[in-house]
């Protein structure tokens, strides 16, 4: 399985990023796939993810700010980040797993500053 992000860079708080992953082969149903990312110190974290029903999970601290989305014909899934804020500084990561069965992808850098 091939995870594959674009789309990190700067931003000034109370700014918008998105976030794309291509997802080969095509896992959803299957897999749970989403977004995790990881701050300087802190252990990596779920931001939000699709479960093989295609429901969604998000973590509270973006909830209302950011949207994951998926497009099955593209075998894409995306995060739409709003209202950014300077904790939201990490590097964002693609994700897959199913049971024990877990990859990543290479990560993509999103800092928020001023």
């Known amino acids: 399985i091939q995870l594959v992000e674009s789309g990190g860079g700067l931003v000034q708080p109370g700014g918008s990023l998105r976030l794309s992953c291509s997802v080969s082969?095509?896992?959803?149903?299957?897999?749970?796939v989403g977004w995790y990312r990881q701050a300087p110190g802190k252990q990596r974290e779920l931001v939000a993810v699709?479960?093989?029903?295609?429901?969604?999970i998000t973590d509270d601290s973006v909830k209302g700010r950011f949207i994951i989305s998926r497009d099955l014909a593209k075998s894409t899934v995306d995060l739409q980040m709003n209202s950014l804020k300077p904790e939201d500084t990490a590097v964002y990561y693609c994700?897959?797993?199913?049971?024990?069965?877990?990859?990543w992808g290479q990560g993509t850098q999103v800092n928020v500053s001023s």
């Open positions: 994700h897959a797993r199913l049971v024990q069965n877990t990859f």
């Open positions: 082969p095509n896992i959803f149903g299957i897999y749970t």
């Open positions: 699709f479960n093989s029903a295609g429901d969604t």
